[in-house]
């Protein structure tokens, strides 16, 4: 009996089945958390704290809103939002990885942010909260990890207020060609090293370097925005197109 396509995606450059996928990414996040913080800042030697600050001037949030920091991770967005919205204010902090979620709460609370921040194991492409019940939603690095894309991107739109929007930061698709042949070969070689270097854990890093050449460009995620049913879709290219910041409201 022939395996049905629809029944199979990706995880990084292998073929699987969907729902295996959920899993093996599990796998690699439960095995990076402890470091991910300092990966972060070793691998993008500390940019991607740009790319976070850029996405929060882009958020528009403000005191009394309720913002979903959607596969928050560590919560370098949750920390800003939380002081943006104020005690009257509302953040959650979700992610499908029960590991990262301790890492980002232990952080946030050592840092005195508490009050104001609940936390939620969630899968983006199920959401459990009511419609309509988030001004902001905001997703970094996440996306390209999801297996439907698309039923979360839906899902994303449910569970936003009207007038809402939503931020995807993610790896994109550079510009120019002699930056793209940079970045392979950068993260080919060298971030798959540094991972085993560092964390000891070369497969999740050489699994991360492949998730985001086969996460899609920023045309085809604008359209895919636009076809869940966002409105006034636009994106950002940052570092060349390395990073890209795609909003879109629901109105």
Known sequence: MMENQDDNTHFGFKT????????????????????YDLM?????????????????DCSGARRGQKVL?????TGDLAAKFARMVGPEGEVVL?????????????KLRDMGIVGNVSYVQADAEKLPFDDNTFDLITIAFGL????????????????????????????????????????DMYSFHIMPKMGEFIAKDKDSYQYLA???????????????MQEAGFEQVEYHNLTGGIVA?????KF
């Open 245 to 249: 910041l795609h909003r879109g409201y």
């Open 16 to 35: 699987v089945a969907k729902g295996e996928k959920a899993n093996m990414v599990a796998g690699v996040f439960h095995s990076v958390a402890g470091k």
């Open 94 to 106: 979700a992610d499908i990885n029960d590991s990262m979620l301790r890492v980002g709460r232990d």
């Open 144 to 183: 390209r990890n999801v297996t439907d894309k698309d039923a979360a991107l839906r899902s994303m739109l449910r569970v936003l207020k009207p007038g809402g929007r939503l931020l995807v930061l993610e790896f994109s698709k550079p510009e120019v060609e002699m930056l793209s042949k940079a970045y």
């Open 69 to 73: 920091d959607l596969a928050g991770g």
């Open 210 to 224: 492949e998730s985001i050449r086969m996460h899609p460009d920023q045309e085809t995620l604008k359209g895919m």
């Open 40 to 56: 972060n800042d070793v691998m993008s030697f500390g940019i991607h704290r740009l790319w976070k600050r850029y996405t929060i």
